[in-house]
Nanobody, 118 residues
Framework: VQLVESGGGFVQAGGSLRLSCPTS????????MGWFRQAPGKERELVAA???????YLAASTKGRFILSNDSNVKTLHLEMYYLKPDDTAIYYC?????????????WGQGTQVTVSA
C-alpha cells in the first residue's frame, strides 16, 4: 500500500478538517500528487493537485476554502479544508501520477470519508 489517507470525519457546515497522505520518497519526488473526491451518484473529480515543480491546481469550488500543501520532510501531502459545505461530502482519495488533471494516475489511496452536515 503506497498511499494511506487519514483525517476524514464528520463535521457541521462551516467546520474544518485536515486530510493527510504520507507516501514514499520515490513517489513523493517523482509524481504529481493530489486529492480527488467522489460523492454518491457522482463521478470522481479532482479537487487539488501539486506537481513536482510546485505548480498547484485547485478546483473552482474549493478556492478560498481549501489549502493544499506538501511536507517534504515527512513526504506527506495535506489538504486543509475550511468553511466546509454539505456539497463537500464525499470520499476523498489521495492520488499520485503523471498528470492528475487527465486522470493519469499511478497510485490511489483507499479513500477517507468526509461528511458535512447542514
Amino acid at each position: 500500500v503506497q498511499l494511506v489517507e487519514s483525517g476524514g470525519g464528520f463535521v457541521q457546515a462551516g467546520g474544518s478538517l485536515r486530510l493527510s497522505c504520507p507516501t514514499s520518497e520515490s513517489i513523493f519526488s517523482s509524481s504529481t500528487m493530489g486529492w480527488f473526491r467522489q460523492a454518491p451518484g457522482k463521478e470522481r473529480e479532482l479537487v487539488a493537485a501539486i506537481s513536482r515543480d510546485g505548480t498547484t491546481y485547485l478546483a473552482a469550488s474549493t478556492k478560498g476554502r481549501f489549502i493544499l500543501s506538501n511536507d517534504s520532510n515527512v513526504k506527506t501531502l495535506h489538504l486543509e479544508m475550511y468553511y466546509l459545505k454539505p456539497d463537500d461530502t464525499a470520499i476523498y482519495y489521495c492520488a499520485a501520477g503523471r498528470d492528475l488533471v487527465t486522470f493519469d494516475v499511478d497510485y490511489w489511496g483507499q479513500g477517507t470519508q468526509v461528511t458535512v452536515s447542514a
